[in-house]
Protein backbone atom coordinates (compact mmCIF):
# COMPACT_ATOMS: atom_id res chain seq x y z
CA UNK A 1 0.00 0.00 0.00
CA UNK A 2 1.00 3.63 -1.38
CA UNK A 3 1.60 5.88 2.30
CA UNK A 4 3.36 8.82 0.69
CA UNK A 5 1.02 12.09 0.35
CA UNK A 6 0.82 14.18 -2.49
CA UNK A 7 2.70 17.62 -1.54
CA UNK A 8 -0.10 19.83 -2.59
CA UNK A 9 -2.23 18.00 0.17
CA UNK A 10 0.20 17.93 2.72
CA UNK A 11 0.50 21.88 2.22
CA UNK A 12 -2.99 21.94 2.53
CA UNK A 13 -3.48 20.25 5.73
CA UNK A 14 -0.69 21.95 7.54
CA UNK A 15 -2.28 25.91 6.14
CA UNK A 16 -5.86 24.15 7.78
CA UNK A 17 -4.23 23.13 10.75
CA UNK A 18 -1.93 26.32 11.57
CA UNK A 19 -5.32 28.37 10.83
CA UNK A 20 -7.31 26.48 13.52
CA UNK A 21 -4.14 26.78 16.36
CA UNK A 22 -4.53 30.40 15.56
CA UNK A 23 -8.23 30.78 15.91
CA UNK A 24 -7.98 28.94 18.95
CA UNK A 25 -5.47 31.02 19.90
CA UNK A 26 -7.28 34.11 19.54
CA UNK A 27 -10.49 32.76 20.80
CA UNK A 28 -8.59 31.99 24.19
CA UNK A 29 -6.83 35.47 24.10
CA UNK A 30 -10.90 37.22 24.08
CA UNK A 31 -11.70 34.53 26.78
CA UNK A 32 -8.51 35.73 28.93
CA UNK A 33 -9.04 39.07 28.18
CA UNK A 34 -13.40 39.17 29.29
CA UNK A 35 -12.03 37.41 31.98
CA UNK A 36 -9.02 40.53 33.45
CA UNK A 37 -11.84 43.45 32.18
CA UNK A 38 -13.91 43.75 34.96
CA UNK A 39 -18.20 44.17 34.37
CA UNK A 40 -19.98 47.56 35.61
CA UNK A 41 -21.84 45.24 37.87
CA UNK A 42 -18.60 44.25 39.59
CA UNK A 43 -17.21 47.72 40.38
CA UNK A 44 -17.79 49.77 43.29
CA UNK A 45 -18.68 53.60 43.39
CA UNK A 46 -15.07 54.85 42.77
CA UNK A 47 -15.04 52.44 39.72
CA UNK A 48 -13.06 49.73 41.55
CA UNK A 49 -12.85 46.50 40.79
CA UNK A 50 -14.82 44.37 43.93
CA UNK A 51 -12.86 41.50 44.81
CA UNK A 52 -15.67 40.14 46.78
CA UNK A 53 -19.83 41.09 46.07
CA UNK A 54 -21.03 43.27 48.94
CA UNK A 55 -23.71 42.30 51.42
CA UNK A 56 -25.76 44.02 53.77
CA UNK A 57 -24.17 45.48 56.66
CA UNK A 58 -21.66 48.78 57.53
CA UNK A 59 -19.96 50.56 54.72
CA UNK A 60 -17.97 53.79 54.47
CA UNK A 61 -17.03 55.67 51.29
CA UNK A 62 -14.71 58.72 51.04
CA UNK A 63 -15.48 59.14 47.66
CA UNK A 64 -15.26 63.53 47.20
CA UNK A 65 -16.00 64.28 50.65
CA UNK A 66 -13.60 66.11 52.72
CA UNK A 67 -11.67 63.52 54.74
CA UNK A 68 -10.96 66.67 57.31
CA UNK A 69 -14.69 67.22 58.11
CA UNK A 70 -16.22 63.74 57.26
CA UNK A 71 -18.15 61.85 60.09
CA UNK A 72 -16.91 58.65 60.91
CA UNK A 73 -13.66 59.36 59.64
CA UNK A 74 -10.69 60.73 61.66
CA UNK A 75 -6.56 61.26 60.39
CA UNK A 76 -4.87 60.77 63.75
CA UNK A 77 -2.97 63.49 65.88
CA UNK A 78 -5.68 65.79 63.71
CA UNK A 79 -2.98 66.10 61.17
CA UNK A 80 -4.48 68.12 58.50
CA UNK A 81 -5.18 67.25 54.52
CA UNK A 82 -4.88 69.57 51.76
CA UNK A 83 -6.43 68.69 48.30
CA UNK A 84 -4.70 68.15 45.37
CA UNK A 85 -5.71 68.01 41.37
CA UNK A 86 -5.04 65.10 39.95
CA UNK A 87 -6.35 64.19 36.30
CA UNK A 88 -10.15 64.32 35.92
CA UNK A 89 -10.02 64.28 40.12
CA UNK A 90 -8.38 64.92 43.43
CA UNK A 91 -5.97 63.29 45.83
CA UNK A 92 -5.45 64.10 49.38
CA UNK A 93 -2.36 64.84 51.13
CA UNK A 94 -1.10 64.97 55.16
CA UNK A 95 2.55 64.55 56.93
CA UNK A 96 3.46 62.43 58.95
CA UNK A 97 4.15 63.28 62.45
CA UNK A 98 7.22 62.24 65.05
CA UNK A 99 6.12 59.02 67.07
CA UNK A 100 7.88 57.43 70.11
CA UNK A 101 7.78 53.62 69.64
CA UNK A 102 7.33 51.23 72.39
CA UNK A 103 10.70 49.71 71.49
CA UNK A 104 12.42 52.96 72.37
CA UNK A 105 13.09 54.44 68.76
CA UNK A 106 12.24 57.56 67.24
CA UNK A 107 10.60 57.88 63.99
CA UNK A 108 7.10 59.20 62.32
CA UNK A 109 3.72 57.64 61.48
CA UNK A 110 0.47 58.67 59.44
CA UNK A 111 -2.72 57.02 60.66
CA UNK A 112 -6.02 57.12 59.11
CA UNK A 113 -9.23 56.27 61.08
CA UNK A 114 -12.69 54.50 59.85
CA UNK A 115 -14.71 54.71 62.92
CA UNK A 116 -17.57 52.84 64.11
CA UNK A 117 -20.12 53.36 67.31
CA UNK A 118 -18.76 52.90 71.01
CA UNK A 119 -16.85 50.19 71.82
CA UNK A 120 -18.60 48.05 74.61
CA UNK A 121 -16.12 44.99 74.61
CA UNK A 122 -12.77 43.34 74.24
CA UNK A 123 -11.58 40.16 72.28
CA UNK A 124 -11.70 38.90 75.92
CA UNK A 125 -15.35 39.75 76.05
CA UNK A 126 -16.42 40.08 72.63
CA UNK A 127 -19.74 38.42 71.53
CA UNK A 128 -18.99 38.30 68.11
CA UNK A 129 -18.65 42.29 68.01
CA UNK A 130 -16.89 44.90 69.84
CA UNK A 131 -19.20 47.48 69.39
CA UNK A 132 -22.22 46.30 67.49
CA UNK A 133 -23.02 43.25 65.43
CA UNK A 134 -23.82 46.00 62.20
CA UNK A 135 -20.33 46.93 62.19
CA UNK A 136 -17.47 45.52 59.85
CA UNK A 137 -17.03 42.20 59.97
CA UNK A 138 -16.78 40.31 56.58
CA UNK A 139 -14.94 43.14 54.69
CA UNK A 140 -13.28 44.62 51.74
CA UNK A 141 -11.18 48.27 52.53
CA UNK A 142 -9.55 49.62 49.64
CA UNK A 143 -6.78 52.40 49.63
CA UNK A 144 -4.61 54.11 47.20
CA UNK A 145 -2.03 55.35 48.24
CA UNK A 146 1.44 57.50 47.55
CA UNK A 147 4.33 57.87 50.09
CA UNK A 148 6.94 60.65 50.38
CA UNK A 149 10.61 60.46 51.72
CA UNK A 150 11.00 56.50 53.23
CA UNK A 151 13.97 57.86 55.50
CA UNK A 152 13.68 54.04 57.56
CA UNK A 153 13.32 51.57 55.27
CA UNK A 154 13.41 48.99 58.14
CA UNK A 155 9.80 50.34 59.13
CA UNK A 156 8.56 51.74 56.22
CA UNK A 157 5.07 49.66 55.71
CA UNK A 158 1.29 50.60 55.15
CA UNK A 159 -0.25 48.67 57.52
CA UNK A 160 -4.32 47.94 57.28
CA UNK A 161 -5.80 47.04 60.52
CA UNK A 162 -9.10 45.77 60.98
CA UNK A 163 -11.75 44.15 63.38
CA UNK A 164 -10.34 46.73 65.86
CA UNK A 165 -11.05 48.93 68.73
CA UNK A 166 -9.54 51.85 71.07
CA UNK A 167 -5.59 51.38 71.02
CA UNK A 168 -5.11 53.34 75.10
CA UNK A 169 -2.41 52.19 77.81
CA UNK A 170 -5.43 52.59 79.83
CA UNK A 171 -7.06 49.08 78.67
CA UNK A 172 -4.96 47.53 76.27
CA UNK A 173 -7.31 44.75 75.63
CA UNK A 174 -9.37 46.81 73.37
CA UNK A 175 -7.13 47.40 70.80
CA UNK A 176 -8.59 43.81 69.64
CA UNK A 177 -6.71 44.21 66.31
CA UNK A 178 -5.45 41.88 62.91
CA UNK A 179 -3.41 43.59 60.13
CA UNK A 180 -1.87 42.82 56.95
CA UNK A 181 1.66 44.53 55.76
CA UNK A 182 2.99 45.51 52.73
CA UNK A 183 6.99 47.67 53.14
CA UNK A 184 9.71 48.78 51.48
CA UNK A 185 11.46 45.60 51.85
CA UNK A 186 10.42 41.74 51.01
CA UNK A 187 10.62 40.62 54.87
CA UNK A 188 8.04 42.98 55.94
CA UNK A 189 5.13 41.58 53.96
CA UNK A 190 2.79 40.11 56.91
CA UNK A 191 0.32 38.81 59.08
CA UNK A 192 -0.10 40.35 62.62
CA UNK A 193 -2.10 40.65 65.92
CA UNK A 194 -2.20 43.39 68.05
CA UNK A 195 -5.06 41.93 70.56
CA UNK A 196 -3.27 43.85 73.63
CA UNK A 197 -2.01 47.47 72.90
CA UNK A 198 1.10 47.75 72.08
CA UNK A 199 2.25 43.78 71.90
CA UNK A 200 2.12 42.79 68.57
CA UNK A 201 2.60 39.27 66.46
CA UNK A 202 3.55 39.17 63.56
CA UNK A 203 3.90 36.38 60.96
CA UNK A 204 6.47 36.56 58.03
CA UNK A 205 4.46 35.89 54.32
CA UNK A 206 5.91 34.85 51.22
CA UNK A 207 4.69 37.08 48.76
CA UNK A 208 2.84 36.52 45.34
CA UNK A 209 4.04 39.34 43.56
CA UNK A 210 7.20 41.34 43.89
CA UNK A 211 5.53 44.54 44.70
CA UNK A 212 7.10 46.74 47.32
CA UNK A 213 6.19 50.23 48.88
CA UNK A 214 8.12 52.67 46.80
CA UNK A 215 9.10 56.36 47.33
CA UNK A 216 6.73 58.57 45.28
CA UNK A 217 5.16 56.17 43.14
CA UNK A 218 1.06 55.11 43.57
CA UNK A 219 -0.60 51.88 44.88
CA UNK A 220 -3.81 49.89 45.37
CA UNK A 221 -4.34 47.85 48.63
CA UNK A 222 -7.12 45.85 49.24
CA UNK A 223 -7.66 43.43 52.24
CA UNK A 224 -10.07 40.93 52.33
CA UNK A 225 -11.12 39.20 55.60
CA UNK A 226 -13.72 36.62 55.92
CA UNK A 227 -14.87 33.76 57.35
CA UNK A 228 -16.52 30.37 55.31
CA UNK A 229 -19.82 29.06 56.84
CA UNK A 230 -18.17 25.82 56.29
CA UNK A 231 -15.37 26.30 58.71
CA UNK A 232 -16.50 28.65 61.30
CA UNK A 233 -13.21 28.34 63.06
CA UNK A 234 -11.40 30.10 60.31
CA UNK A 235 -10.87 33.18 59.10
CA UNK A 236 -9.16 33.61 55.38
CA UNK A 237 -6.99 37.31 55.02
CA UNK A 238 -5.76 38.43 51.72
CA UNK A 239 -3.91 41.78 50.80
CA UNK A 240 -4.07 42.22 47.15
CA UNK A 241 -1.90 45.00 45.60
CA UNK A 242 -2.29 47.22 42.14
CA UNK A 243 1.06 48.43 41.39
CA UNK A 244 0.08 50.22 38.16
CA UNK A 245 -3.15 51.42 39.86
CA UNK A 246 -4.55 54.35 37.45
CA UNK A 247 -5.43 55.87 33.86
CA UNK A 248 -4.07 59.97 32.46
CA UNK A 249 -7.44 60.57 34.25
CA UNK A 250 -6.81 58.98 37.09
CA UNK A 251 -9.81 56.46 37.09
CA UNK A 252 -8.70 52.57 38.58
CA UNK A 253 -7.09 50.73 36.06
CA UNK A 254 -8.17 47.42 38.38
CA UNK A 255 -5.04 45.25 37.90
CA UNK A 256 -5.49 43.75 41.44
CA UNK A 257 -2.85 41.06 41.97
CA UNK A 258 -2.92 38.87 45.66
CA UNK A 259 0.21 39.78 47.08
CA UNK A 260 -0.11 37.28 50.58
CA UNK A 261 -2.58 35.39 52.33
CA UNK A 262 -2.76 34.53 56.07
CA UNK A 263 -5.89 31.83 57.30
CA UNK A 264 -6.41 32.85 61.60
CA UNK A 265 -7.37 29.46 62.63
CA UNK A 266 -8.71 29.23 66.54
CA UNK A 267 -5.80 27.87 68.66
CA UNK A 268 -3.06 28.21 66.16
CA UNK A 269 -0.88 30.53 68.13
CA UNK A 270 1.11 33.67 65.80
CA UNK A 271 3.42 33.90 69.71
CA UNK A 272 1.26 35.73 71.77
CA UNK A 273 -2.02 34.94 71.12
CA UNK A 274 -4.00 32.00 69.61
CA UNK A 275 -7.40 33.22 69.88
CA UNK A 276 -9.13 33.60 66.44
CA UNK A 277 -10.20 37.09 65.55
CA UNK A 278 -13.59 36.48 63.72
CA UNK A 279 -15.52 39.59 65.77
CA UNK A 280 -16.81 42.69 64.42
CA UNK A 281 -14.52 45.31 64.64
CA UNK A 282 -15.26 49.24 66.34
CA UNK A 283 -12.09 50.89 64.00
CA UNK A 284 -10.70 50.03 61.30
CA UNK A 285 -6.73 51.63 60.27
CA UNK A 286 -4.81 52.68 57.56
CA UNK A 287 -0.89 52.86 59.02
CA UNK A 288 1.79 54.04 57.44
CA UNK A 289 5.06 54.26 59.10
CA UNK A 290 9.11 55.32 58.39
CA UNK A 291 8.25 58.01 56.01
CA UNK A 292 7.47 61.99 55.85
CA UNK A 293 4.15 62.34 53.86
CA UNK A 294 1.21 60.55 52.37
CA UNK A 295 -1.24 60.60 49.40
CA UNK A 296 -4.23 59.06 49.61
CA UNK A 297 -7.56 58.85 47.45
CA UNK A 298 -10.36 55.95 47.00
CA UNK A 299 -10.54 54.87 50.58
CA UNK A 300 -14.03 52.51 51.24
CA UNK A 301 -14.76 49.58 53.12
CA UNK A 302 -17.53 47.34 53.69
CA UNK A 303 -19.19 44.31 53.97
CA UNK A 304 -19.01 41.58 51.74
CA UNK A 305 -20.40 37.85 51.13
CA UNK A 306 -17.63 35.24 51.45
CA UNK A 307 -17.46 32.62 48.77
CA UNK A 308 -19.17 29.54 49.27
Known sequence: MNNSRNPRSLFTLILLAATTTAIGTAKDARAAASLETPAAAELDADGVQMILPSAQGTSFRLGTNDPNKLDGFAIENKQPAKQHPFGASTYWNTNAYKLDYSDGNVGKT?????????????????????????????????VYVRVHDIFDPERAMVTLKIRGGDHTTANGDLASCTMMTIGALVKNTMFGKELTHPSYDYVKLAPQTQALLKDNQWIGLKIVS??????????????????????????????????????????????????????????????????????????SAREITPPN
Open 110 to 142: ARLHIMGGDQKFSWRTEKGFLSSASELKNQEVT
Open 226 to 299: YAQAADPTKIVNQLYVDTSPFDADAKPLNNWELLSEYNDTEGKSTGRYSKLADWSGKQTTVRFDGLSSIDFRLL
